[in-house]
RNA sequence: GGUCCAUUCGUCUAGGGGUUAGGACGUCAGGUUUUCAUCCUGGUAACAGGGGUUCGAAUCCCCUAUGGACUACCA
């Protein structure tokens, strides 16, 4: 009898339990992430990585996932980036609930569209003493560097050491410096980092960070073509987009400093952070990067890229990928549920995905398992999708067969292939007889009696069997047994007939679906060709 | 150079002070398949180093080493 008005927790209601007292400190705001991209060139599988954390993160928690471009460098703009990162998303099954796409009440998602309300935070943090103009040309910037290197400054940028020499509205104040801008002075607006203060700034993954200001400085948030720098778009974007958390590359964790100043600059409330680690080469040596892949053969983008100057980067989908394996597989670079399972539904890593069980290091990435995770799905896929997938490469073969039978060929075949395209290589012998014959087989297993042991099955099996491979095989088997002959050598040389080499699927499967008439003209042939 | 971050089998990883340090990929061997592949079974192989703290450290702290990121009017 239970007295009690619950029942007591059992172990596994404890984990559910702790998931629970997570989801409250998650409850009272909605969770929203980004994925923000710059359109600067196509979408590695590290950026597919942090797309598809926030999204499952998203997911998990019953939040929105948006996609922001953050196109405010004119001068890097690559044509067809921002189309090719939509579209690499959508192959992924990564769909935004918000984006320039689609739209959304935050809109627009595009940060050269949302260029006019940058101006104004900027007039803010110069009016609240948080930023000021500069006018320094390129070349004193440049002596600037070059004097701060040779007196070894701990801090060799513009900062609080040196902006006092520089030429700046907090030399000469903001009257002047509105003068000159109004006059169609090129300016900037650095941000007026404090010289000596301790920044601290939590992040999901890492836990607390801490930097001194004095290591920090004064970075450009407007730029003179009138577009704020990524700083200070991204902390306006998030702020007004109500972003509940940064999930982004660990390439950002040194300007989470500037970030956290700026949002108490602003006087708003901070999202929370958590800076994933990155995706490195497979021989461990740096960041994974555009050309490596083709390099060390196995693609880095997900989809195929086209460079405008005419080069083409191999993708994930064009090299035979499922887009689930695909999936399955960069999730759990650098994040793992704590189970021994490997395989998973989209489903179950929306249920499953949790920020804290993200590693702290970097992976690197291994075509190998990547091959695995392929395989693993074309053996668990229906097989509808993969004769589907299938006689889209038989087209590029020219052949054409009945759907049906490309379907007991995909069956046969699926569990020897990593990926859709090498079912052919394993199963072009079911549409076109062998054009040669496996020398290295024809010299250990074709014997002097094979051609008249050949000769026998086709009078006294072939031509008294029906064609299926329930028959087929007994009989054979009988006929060995009456006549006292030894199976391996007939098997042998069948197999050479049919596939032209000792490999394939089994024998009877194959010549039931190959049928009588084609299955002697095989052996025919072969007789005349091995010798 | 400076700042920050990281470090468990070759690779991805489990591990929250007491474990024969577990799994997966790869690799090797055996078995199944009279072929090849799949599959099964088994083997191989790791706590970067040095100091602490502790009765006891892969686990906590410090130093060193190594690797990485950042250091633009790029994101």
Known sequence: MNILPFSPPKLPSLVHFLHFCRNISLMGEKVRVRFAPSPTGPLHIGGVRTALYNYLFAKRH?????????????????????????????????????????????????QSERKEMYRQYADQLIKSGNAYYAF??????????????????????????????MDNSLVFGIEEAEKRVAAGENFVIRFKMPDNNQVEADDLIRGRVTV????????????????????????????????????????WLPSLPLHVMLYKAFGWEMPQFAHLPLLLKPDGKGKL?????????????????????????????????????????IALLGWNPGTEQEIFSREELSELFSIDRVNKAGARFDPEKAKWFN??????????????????????????????????????TRERVNFVHEIWQQSA????????????????????????LLRGVIENVMQKTRFDAFLLKPALEDYCNNNQIGMGPIMIGLRLCMVGAASGPDL?????????EEVIQRIETGLQKIK
């Open 136 to 165: 320094d040309t390129p070349e004193a910037l440049e002596a600037l560097r070059k004097k701060m290197e040779e007196e070894k400054a701990p801090n060799t940028s513009y900062c609080a050491s040196n902006r006092l020499t």
């Open 508 to 516: 009877f499967a194959i010549m039931e679906m190959l049928g009588k």
């Open 62 to 110: 019953g939040g929105d996932f948006i996609l922001r471009i953050e196109d405010t460098d004119q001068n890097r703009f690559v044509e067809g980036a921002e189309k090719y990162i939509v579209e690499s998303l959508k192959w992924c099954g990564i769909m935004p609930a918000e984006s320039p796409e689609s739209g959304g009440k935050y809109g627009p998602y595009r």
């Open 289 to 329: 990067s555009k050309r490596d892949g083709d390099k060390m053969g196995f693609p880095v983008f997900p989809v195929e890229w086209h460079n405008p100057d005419g080069e083409v980067y191999s993708g994930y989908r064009e090299s035979g990928y499922l887009p689930q394996a695909f999936i399955n597989m």
């Open 212 to 251: 001194n200001t004095a290591l920090l400085d004064d970075k450009v948030l407007f730029k003179s073509d009138g577009m704020p720098t990524y700083h200070l778009a991204n902390v306006v974007d998030d702020h007004t987009m109500d972003i509940s958390h940064v999930i982004r590359g660990e390439e």
């Open 375 to 412: 395989h693993q799905y074309i053996m668990s896929q229906g097989l509808d999708d993969v004769t589907e997938a299938f006689m889209i490469e038989l087209q590029k073969h020219n052949i054409s067969v009945l759907r049906e039978f490309a379907a007991k060929v995909c069956d046969l």
């Open 429 to 452: 012998f079911f549409f076109v007889a062998p054009a040669g014959y496996d020398q290295e087989v024809i010299k250990k297993r074709w014997k002097e009696n094979t051609p008249e």
